[in-house]
């Protein structure tokens, strides 16, 4: 009795900790594939707020924005 509840207690923290890494993995597979942001996005944005980018301050934003993904 105390070994099928121990067994299935196991099975579902090793089942919620595969789960995790396994969702971790494809989700950041997903991002480098699809990124939520390009450099179009950070153009139209800069120049909604009124500025001129120039192609090293996009390049600057999409480096700093990768750094955290």
Known sequence: MLIDILQVLLGLIVGLVLGFFLAKHFMMKYLKKNPPINEEMIKALMMQMGRKPN???INQMMKSMQKYM
């Open 55 to 57: 192609q090293k301050q």
